[in-house]
């Protein structure tokens, strides 16, 4: 693993199962997708007796537009049976840049831009699609200056 002056890590990840909501969303709807899905992923692992074994995440396929194919849920230790709208999931084993960005959500183009650079200065090419661990929780957190979001980009 080597971490520079910014903060972002090349890391080697292990698989890691899944219990996600998964679906096309509008960008300015996301705050909304993220807050359904977290409780109904949440509500499928009790109900199924599957233990919860990290914070919430959102995978992103693709570059975000208008919308996004957003997965939005929790590792788990377990498989999930699918059921209202709750499938199993994994986060890919793969080696990836990652970096903690301190701050609200709309600024987290900072820390994919400085990921980015970083990838180009050492001739690696991004994967299609990355993932955000959300490390604090904005309920108990009101003061978005100091929620952290660990972001997680793949090289293929």
Known sequence: MSQDKTGIRLVQRPEQPTAVVREKVPMNELQGFFGRAFGAVMAAARDQGVQISGPPFGLYRGMPTDTVDVEAGFPVTARVTASAGVEAGTLPACRAFEATHTGP???????????????????????DSMWEYYLSDPAKEPDPATWKTLVVWPVT
């Open 105 to 127: 959500y709309d600024t987290l183009v900072t820390t994919y831009d400085a990921i980015q650079e970083r990838m180009t200065e050492e001739g690696f090419t991004p994967a």
